[in-house]
């Protein structure tokens, strides 16, 4: 069954993509021409050298959003030049600058940077359309850079990343200009390829829309890598000299567990990392006693399911080229995921003592990774060994084929301890039509542990289509009851028993079909986009019982004044497998099939005011009982130094028969303050009843030098109940990124 599915994938995705290859060919041919120069450009905005008047101009951009037709009102006019070291861009904005939008000037701070006047530049040095960058500069200063991957027909941009490059802004009566130069030392490509892939954005605020130079279709992304244009080199760049970084780091704190009345305790720590390009699109990358204290922090949820959830990783040493390691698997189940690494069960830190990686490109369709990391000894966990490889091969235009090793190995420090270890490996094929409309993916995984169980497979097959009005898909998983996949997260392979106070693991069986329809507005219309979708997820056991069904019918609508609403029914059967407590309380919900339906809708205003709301109402049933749950979040925009924002969600609950009740409170004020365009002072105050706690995270990051930055956070955590102390900290941190 399962080969005649992929046979129809295929089948149907070489259809679609000849039907959509002649859309690609109607396009307006983006191409554009770069050239070395001899002399020297000062970095300033100004725009002022010898050496721009020579070089080509592109031509005008091309609507992206709401509408994907016609020329862009505001005009943009970008030139590229290089030189041995640098790749230059510098870009002339025109608009009315008395309406300009700028909502931070912090780096890096994605959402501020997409709903501000801005302008963006995209690289796929491969030229393969599954990996590049993006280097974008707003109109008061700000950087934000991102790697992107191809996923599914999807363009993934990962902002965690981060990397050297400089730039300069300069505003005029009528127009902006932004100088870019981003270091040769800083990208992986072919070092005798003349053709990379290219794209711009421009963000109008002022029309609240945005531009591509080379045309991308409004049903995806203007970051899609499958519609960048071509850039060819007079000469193909040649590798960098000197292309090796070491980032050595010092780091002091000072804490106090209250809780345990320990007295205070100071620490210094030491270490290094080392960046080292084996060739122009292969790399090394090294860490030695790692420090992520300066980590930003989660934002903190309410969770009321039966399972974990999901937190992005965002530390440093495991972001760059993360995608061949953790594109593997479905959005429920990932057979790797980093954050398992360095971080225990309670989210509590574990010291890494060294790890390696080698990742990058051996040929332009050739793609590898190999990463090892080792963990420390703590009071109750034994020294770890974790590894992880990968091998990733295009074919046809835009597809791939893959496969991961991931091995967990425990190194106990008692003779008489036995060494545990779980691996797991798999391979996948995943089809892209050659415009991303239509993808899908085969997946075969399977792990091993000590124990030699069996029924330990992870097998999934999805396809899906993405029109300008039309999106629909399936996913269909099967996950065996001993897919142990201890560097993974598989969440809903493993229930909780509330009364036996133990875990166990249920393998399943699971089907989701969706389909939507988007509306694309116009000037004559009252809304930019309007969709509305349905879908379903049916789980069944591995003798073919219903475990569970949810069934949602979903909508919203994007106005004229950029205020939005969207609205949710969701219906659920569910067939407890064992006992679940899902609000805290003595009695566990019994083994037993509960329908309910929840009912959902929110509205948030213009965020490109500098006062922004969103208000969100949801309620209807809860198994055997219900809920209600309210959030409201208001944003002050102090342009371009300042956003203050406060955030509240509570969650409701009274279940039916004495099962308890409960009241959530989730607050979250935060303060947000650009001192300069390199130094950054975030206050972040988290208060859960869930979890008891609340945080206080308070950071100032100082950027004294390109990647070379100063911290200093502190950390207090307190009861919510009597708001005494649980502990305190405070840390002292120096980086420091030598070229070598």
């Known amino acids: ?421 779980n691996r797991t490996g798999g391979a996948e094929f995943n089809y892209t039509s050659a415009t991303g409309a239509v993808n899908g993916s085969i997946r075969a995984h399977m792990s091993t542990t000590e124990e030699g169980l069996g029924d330990n497979q992870f097998v999934s097959l999805n396809g899906n289509y993405r029109g300008t009005n039309i999106r629909a898909g399936f996913n269909y998983n099967m996950v065996g009851e001993n897919y142990i996949a201890e560097m993974g997260f598989t969440p809903r392979l493993h229930h909780y028993d509330a009364e036996l106070d133990t875990t166990i693991r249920i393998g399943y069986h699971s089907i989701n079909p969706w389909i939507g329809y988007v509306w694309n507005g116009n000037d004559q219309t009252s809304y930019r986009n309007r969709e509305i979708f349905t879908w379903s997820v049916f789980e069944y056991d591995m003798n073919g019982n219903l475990m569970g069904r949810r069934t949602s019918v979903n909508g919203g609508m994007i106005f004229q004044n950029n205020s939005r609403f969207y609205f949710r029914m969701l219906n659920s059967s569910i067939q407890l497998q064992v006992p679940a407590d899902l609000i805290g309380e003595d009695t566990p919900l019994p083994v037993d099939k509960y329908n309910f339906t929840f009912l959902g809708t929110s509205y948030s205003t213009n965020q490109l005011k500098k006062i922004f709301s969103r208000t969100e109402l949801n309620f209807g049933g809860f198994f055997n009982g219900n809920r209600i749950e309210f959030s409201e979040e208001i944003s002050l925009r102090a342009q371009p130094w300042g956003v203050f924002s406060i955030s509240y969600r509570m969650n409701r609950i009274a279940l039916d028969k004495g099962y308890g009740e409960t009241t959530l409170h989730l607050l979250g004020p935060k303060a947000e303050i650009s001192l300069r365009n390199n130094m950054w002072w975030t206050t972040f105050v988290q208060f859960n009843t869930q979890d008891e706690n609340f945080n206080i995270n308070s950071r100032l990051q100082w950027r004294y030098k390109p990647m070379s930055d100063f911290f200093l956070v502190y950390s207090d955590n307190y009861a919510t109940s009597d708001f005494k102390t649980k502990n305190r900290g405070l840390v002292f941190k120096l980086t420091y990124w030598l070229n070598i």
């Open 1 to 421: 069954m399962i080969y005649r599915l992929t046979a129809m994938l295929v089948m149907l995705g070489t259809y679609a993509s000849i039907a959509n290859d002649n859309n690609v060919n109607n396009n307006r041919d983006a191409q554009l021409k770069i050239s070395k120069i001899d002399g020297v450009i000062n970095l300033d905005g100004i725009l002022d050298e010898e050496l721009w008047k020579g070089a080509e101009e592109t031509s005008d951009f091309i609507n992206k959003w709401p509408q994907d037709t016609g020329l862009a009102l505001a005009r943009t006019s970008v030139k590229l030049a290089y030189d041995d070291e640098f790749l230059y861009v510098a870009a002339e904005c025109y608009q009315d600058m008395s309406t300009i939008v700028i909502q931070s000037l912090k780096r890096d701070n994605t959402d501020a940077f997409w709903d501000s006047d801005g302008f963006t530049i995209g690289l796929d040095p491969i030229n393969t359309k599954s990996n590049g960058y993006v280097f974008g500069v707003n109109a008061g200063g700000a950087q934000m850079e991102a790697a992107l991957n191809a996923r599914q027909g999807n363009t993934n941009m990962d902002s965690n990343w981060d990397n050297k490059w400089y730039s300069s802004v300069r505003q005029y009566d009528d127009h902006w200009t932004v100088e870019m130069a981003i270091p040769f030392k800083t990208l992986r490509y072919n070092q005798n390829s003349s053709i990379w892939g290219i794209n711009m954005i421009r963000n109008d605020m002022k029309r609240n829309v945005y531009s591509t130079w080379a045309h991308v279709p409004i049903a995806f992304d203007g970051i899609e890598l499958g519609y960048f244009g071509t850039l060819h080199w007079d000469n193909p760049p040649k590798k960098s000299k000197g292309n090796r970084a070491l980032i050595p780091y010092v780091s002091t704190s000072r804490s106090r567990d209250h809780e345990e009345d320990e007295p205070s305790e100071s620490n210094l720590d030491v270490g290094m990392d080392a960046k080292i390009a084996l060739t122009s699109s292969l790399s090394l990358d090294l860490t030695v006693n790692p420090d992520f204290s300066n980590v930003d922090v989660d934002q903190q949820v309410t969770n009321v399911s039966r399972f974990s959830v999901f937190f992005p990783e965002k530390r440093g040493f495991f972001l760059e080229n993360s995608d061949l390691f953790a594109d593997f698997g479905t959005w429920g189940v990932r057979p790797f995921f980093s954050r398992r690494i360095g971080i225990d069960e309670d989210n509590e830190p574990v010291p890494v003592a060294f790890g390696a990686r080698i990742s990058g490109n051996l040929t332009d369709d050739l793609r590898v990774g190999i990463m090892d990391v080792h963990t420390k000894a703590t009071e109750e966990l034994s020294p770890t060994n974790y590894f992880v490889s990968s091998v990733q091969h295009r074919v046809f235009k835009r597809s791939s084929v893959k496969a991961l090793f991931t091995n967990k190995e425990d190194y106990p420090e008692e003779e008489s301890t036995e060494k545990t270890y």
